[in-house]
Each structure stands twice: as structure tokens, then as C-alpha cells.
């Protein structure tokens, strides 16, 4: 993260002290007809596992889109090497249910899949219809998707299930200048719409203008967006503290080659930083913290 951190220089806006209220009350402003919303193209997702031994494991699951087939990859503990890989236009994954062992950090790890039916939107992602369960030293590391639960019942009752938690998203778009997605920023929080919008000429403006929406209510509105295309600022999203940054820079003045980013990250108030260089995960094991990252492609 050391490259998107410097990014963003000791000019960049600060952080404001005084209170907020959670969301702004200014309803976002309505989608432009000649605005296309963008499509995922690859989302990253990493889980902190914590065993019973009270072991801590890293998790990473990676789906991938192109115009060739889908891709889901597995890697454990920040090996840049995937211990796992599918690939929907490969032969011998066309079946696309199965479970494989693996090992990494002396731990032993069987992963179980089923996405023979799994159902998608435009995404990448696997909305209904899957199953992704990975042991770990034969405890319950990971479950995700809606047959999950189903699956695991066919385990023994006393196979223990591990403490897990995300900590981090990323998210690939490409597309126009309409970007959505979700979040869960507190493991015991509901999902929350987020919509990033940028507005220009095909609006009717004369300057472009960055809008960040949460739940259609508006929490930044940065205008004159082109000399002011970084900066920070906080929220508040069930009572936790989120910092907002973004750049896009490379909208502007590299739009062949780069991407904007978003980034929302939760925080401790006594956090006197915005953003750790030495990792995003907070020492405090006994709290997680939660990142989301977006990197958005958009013709200018």
C-alpha cells in the first residue's frame, strides 16, 4: 500500500476534529441519463482468520472477468503465489465443483467448491447458487456463499469454526463515470450502498464534479474537481469513524494508462494518522478494521 499512501502529501486536506453527523441529510444527487454505471472486472477480497489456537490466518480470494471466462484464485497469508486457481475457460475446470489440499505456513488447508451453478450478475462475484468453505488445520476457516451452510452440515458437530473476519476489498471497475458498490463497514452493521459519481459537460457543468453518495445521501461533494482531484475527508457510518479519500489524477492528466482510487477505511478516534504505512490491519487484535479500495478506469 506504500504507493497509493504516497499519494497523498502533507497538502492533502485534513482530517476534520469536530463532530458530524453520520450522513449528510442533502439527498444525492439523481444518475444523468447519458451516464452508463461501470462493471467489476476483478474484486479482491482478504479475511483474518483466527483459530482456535489462537493462530491468526490470512485468507485472499480473487475473481477475475474478461472476454475469455471467469477466474477465482486463493492465495494464504500474502504469498503472492495462489495456492488455488479456477478457471472457467479451462477443460479440466468446466465441472467447477470439487475440494483439493494444500499446505502453506505449516498449516493444512482443504478448500471445497461448488460454482457448477452459480449465478452472476455483471460482476465477477457469484451472487447465489455456490458454495466456497476452506479448512484450515480442520477447523472452519472460511464460508461464503448461499449453500455454504448447507454444505458444512455434512461436517462432523464438533468440527470448530475459527473467528473470521473481512478486513479488506478491493475492486477493479471500468466503465463511464458511474461507479456502485457495497459495503459492510462493522461486522454487526447491514450493508451499505455507495455510488460515486463524477459530473461534466454532458451535465451541463462548466467544471467537473466528484460526488460520493452512501445510501443515496450525500457525503462529499468536490467540485472544481480537476485542482482538487486528492483529498480526504471524514464520515461517519454507524458510529464509526471512515476516512474518504481520493485521487484522481490520472482521470485528468494520464487517462490512457491510469485509474482513479477511492479508498474508505474505518478508524479508532485515537488514531492520529489516517492511514498506517506499516499495515492496514490494527495492532489491537481484539478490533478489526475494515478498507475498501476502488480503482475506477473512466474515458475523460
Known sequence: MRDI?????????????????????????????????????????????????????????????????????????????????????????RKMKGNKAVESDHSKIEIFWDLSAAKYNAGPEPVNGFYIIVMVDSEIGLMLGDMAEEETNKFKTTTPVAKISLISRQEHCSGKSLYSTKAQFNETGAPHDILIRCSGEHDGLKHPVLSVCIDDKT????????????????????????????????????????????????RSELDSRLWLEEKLVQKDEDRVEFSLLIYACKNI
Open 5 to 93: 499512501i504516497s499519494c497523498f502529501s502533507e497538502n492533502a486536506v485534513n482530517v476534520s476534529e469536530s463532530p458530524r453527523p453520520s450522513l449528510s441529510s442533502k439527498a444525492c444527487i439523481s444518475r444523468s441519463p447519458s451516464q452508463i454505471p461501470s462493471v467489476q472486472n476483478a474484486v479482491a477480497a482478504i479475511y483474518k482468520v483466527i483459530l482456535s489456537t489462537q493462530k491468526q490466518f490470512f485468507i485472499k480470494l480473487t475473481w477475475c472477468k474478461n472476454q475469455s471466462g471467469q477466474s477465482l484464485s486463493i492465495n494464504f497469508n500474502g504469498d503472492p503465489s495462489p495456492c488455488f486457481k479456477l478457471n472457467t475457460n479451462l477443460r479440466f475446470f
Open 219 to 266: 457525503v462529499i461533494r468536490v467540485k472544481r474537481l480537476q485542482w482538487n482531484f486528492r483529498g480526504n475527508q471524514t464520515i461517519f457510518v454507524d458510529g464509526l469513524l471512515v476516512d474518504l479519500m481520493w485521487d484522481v489524477h490520472d482521470w485528468f492528466f494520464n487517462p490512457t494508462a491510469g485509474s482513479a482510487i477511492f479508498m474508505f477505511r474505518t
